[in-house]
């Protein structure tokens, strides 16, 4: 099966709230983690991404937290706006654990955002 | 204006017919990506290219093709040997295989 996994296929939030989309990852040896926003017909864009040498980094209204205890990546989004309504996958590297070159993705989050 | 571009962004093709995917970067990158998305799924890798005249097989390379004959661009071929060809397919390069992946826009493929 999947190394990368989301806990919730769907989340609805209101405007203005904030958004946190989980996603679990099996392999102990992975050491960088992406997050990318699809929108409907369009590529994957690339938003934040960490290493396994931190456990948060911070963006434009976004913010990525590793645990690697549990191994758990979140993606919190403030202040949800409209516009932010997409898909959203994380995906991990294995690094110099694996092939470098290969990311595994999630199976991605739809993320509604209601006026 | 840089980036990544595929074309064409629909594709219409018969069974049994060969079709190209064209995949042009002006980022510089070493590598490139190829990967397939179906429906409510996540992304699975074709192919891969670390450097030009070198490419590797990914999850899912049976019925696909690719060359990289230039850093710059990076075609893939869906061959009538893939059963399953209609999916949305995504180009992606990196500066190197530890890096972001950017992705182009896709192209759309159906099998009519």
């Known amino acids: 099966g999947e190394s990368v996994g989301l806990h919730l296929p769907t989340l609805s939030v209101q405007e203005g709230d904030n958004s946190i989309i989980n996603c679990a990852y099996s392999n102990s040896a992975s050491d960088y983690f992406i997050w990318y926003k699809q929108e409907s017909g369009k590529g994957p864009q690339f938003i934040i991404d960490?290493?396994?040498?931190?456990d948060k980094r911070q963006g434009q209204r976004v913010t990525v937290l590793l645990n690697k205890t549990v191994k758990h990546l979140s993606l919190q989004i403030a202040a949800t706006q409209p516009g932010d309504s997409a898909v959203y996958f994380c995906a991990e590297n294995m690094g110099s654990g694996g092939s470098n070159y290969k990311l595994t993705f999630g199976k991605g989050t739809l993320l509604t955002v209601n006026p | 204006d840089g980036g990544i571009t595929q074309s064409p962004k629909y594709l219409f093709r018969k069974e049994g017919q060969n079709v190209t995917l064209s995949c042009e970067q002006n980022?510089?990158?070493?590598?490139m990506y190829w990967y397939r998305q179906d429906p409510g799924q996540g992304l699975r890798l074709i192919y891969y290219s670390q450097i030009v005249n070198d490419f590797q097989k990914g999850d899912i390379a049976e019925g696909y093709s690719v060359s990289r004959e230039k850093k710059e661009s990076f075609p893939l071929t869906v061959t009538s040997a893939q059963k399953n060809p209609t999916a949305f397919y995504l180009c992606a390069s990196s500066a190197s295989g530890l890096d972001t992946q950017y992705f182009g826009p896709g192209t759309r493929l159906t099998v009519l």
């Open positions: 980022l510089n990158h070493d590598a």
């Open positions: 960490i290493r396994s040498n931190m």
